[in-house]
């Protein structure tokens, strides 16, 4: 690494989470434009006078500086360049859902600017949803198909992207009133008999999903399923903690 | 280069696990327990033991407590139809010092987290569920701090209350007394704003 890659200047990110360190600073794990994920020591951050403690929290647009080792680098200055994303109740969690999936599959270092661009796409859309419509089933769609759409964009950039418009035996392109069984890391093959290890989908629902139209029931469920399927291969066995807590929370509600 | 007698140094390891303190610090410390003031080191050790053995956590608000119900649970005075939920035994203090609050409470002892696996369970909701069943609470005061976990935690708790059919308050968010609004970090004032009276 050159004496130039050692020190960052402003750069584009997003805290993904942060955890106190010794006595009164923090470990951040970031989500930066151009630098990808990064793990940086926040020092002090954590004491009364701090400006930086309520800066640091998640969903908040910052321009971030910090220099030294490439693993655990010194946060060097901090600003932030527009206020929070309000954030509140399920749209929360739901958001908490982003970046575990972020801090789960994207390597350190890894820089994936358009990745970046699709998540504060994807937080733009989550705080827009309480006005989209009072009815909570419409609100509850937005929700899915955001997460939905984040999901397919996480798994095209970190290099396990999904064949949406062709079937793999044939090379033909997919016809929306066909079956297809989607075997996981080759792609759809035509087909309705239930084969275990492949999600069976309608024609229709992989179009959907290719062209980010996820408004038909069928094509969000099925699209569901076939994300859920691949994105735990990529997971292993861990399970998502926010999952499990989104799950709960609708189970209360 | 170990000049210093066994003993001393388990001392000075044992010193390390208190916050904040370093080798420096716990050799000051060993150092001043064993040559300046073997009394208050006879006490610290009486003390400490006997903390060790007897407390534990309050069965009813979950703080630390000798007896099975703490002071603040076991006092008639108290109104029990008013219940503060806060993260730690430190908030119930700051809380006290106010004088306002009449109320007992329930400590989490920490606060759902999600990206680090801790969920209901271990912030004690079942025990927190169990006792609103039990005892007739008219209102539940949400003082998680106002970080965005905190606010998540309020919001879990607050759909459990909905469906408890039991009225949720959340502390505001405010600017400090004899702060000026100059220094104030913008999201605090968009919340004073938010939440603003009329005079």
């Known amino acids: 690494m ?19 360190y010794r006595n009164t600073s923090l470990i951040l794990d970031v989500f930066t434009r151009d630098r990808g994920r990064i793990s940086l020591v926040a020092r002090g951050a954590r004491t009364a006078k701090s400006r930086w403690y309520s800066l640091c929290q998640p969903f908040r647009p910052l321009l971030l500086s910090w ?14 360049t527009a206020r929070a994303w309000p954030l509140t109740g399920k749209l929360l969690f739901s958001a908490y859902y982003l970046n575990e999936l972020l801090m789960r599959l994207l390597q350190p270092l890894d820089p994936h600017p358009e990745l970046f661009q699709h998540y504060v796409h994807a937080l733009d859309r989550l705080v827009g949803l309480p006005n989209t419509g009072q009815r909570p089933e419409v609100v509850s769609f937005g929700l899915q198909s955001c997460l939905r759409m984040f999901e397919k964009y996480l798994l095209q950039e970190i290099g396990y992207g999904l064949i949406l418009d062709h079937d793999v035996h044939s090379g033909a392109p997919i016809a929306a009133e066909g079956r297809y069984q989607y075997v996981l890391e080759i792609g759809p093959v035509p087909g309705d008999n239930d084969n275990r290890d ?20 069928q094509c969000l469920q099925e699209s569901k399923k076939l994300m859920r399927a691949a994105l735990a291969r990529y997971l292993g066995d861990k399970p998502l903690y926010t999952r499990a807590l989104l799950r709960q929370l609708d189970y209360k509600s | 280069m170990t000049a210093l007698s066994p003993l001393v140094g388990r001392l000075m390891q044992a010193l390390r696990c208190l916050p904040g303190v370093g080798p420096r610090s716990a050799q000051r410390m060993a150092f ?13 050790v009486d003390v400490l033991s006997e903390a060790l053995e007897k407390v534990q956590r309050c069965t009813q608000c979950r703080t630390l407590s000798e007896t099975p119900a703490c002071p603040i649970c076991s006092n ?36 759902l987290s999600p990206l680090d696996g801790i969920g209901p369970r271990e912030i004690g909701l079942d025990a927190l569920t169990h006792r609103l069943r039990t005892e007739s609470v ?15 935690t309020a919001h879990y708790i607050s759909e459990l209350m909905h469906q408890a059919g039991i009225r949720v308050t959340r502390l505001a968010h405010g600017i400090p007394m004899g702060g000026e609004l100059e220094f104030v970090d913008s999201s605090t004032l968009s919340h004073a704003l938010n939440g ?4």
């Open chain 2, 138 to 152: 008219r209102e539940v005061i949400l003082a998680t701090n106002p970080t965005l976990e905190g606010e998540a």
């Open chain 1, 2 to 20: 050159t004496t130039s890659e050692r020190r960052v200047q402003l750069q584009a990110g997003y805290v993904l989470h942060h955890r106190p």
């Open chain 1, 67 to 80: 220099s030294g080792r490439a693993d655990l680098a010194t946060l060097t200055d901090l600003d932030s």
């Open chain 1, 198 to 217: 492949a999600i069976s989908m309608s024609g229709s629902s992989l179009l959907g999903l290719a062209r980010d139209d996820l408004s038909a029931p």
């Open chain 2, 32 to 44: 001043h327990l064993l040559e300046k003031d073997r009394k208050g080191a006879q006490l610290l």
């Open chain 2, 196 to 199: 603003r009276r009329e005079m």
């Open chain 2, 76 to 111: 008639s005075r108290r109104d029990r139809s008013l219940l503060c939920i806060v993260e730690t035994p430190a908030d119930i203090q700051a809380i006290e010092q106010t004088a306002d609050y009449n109320g007992l409470y329930f400590v989490l002892m920490g606060r």
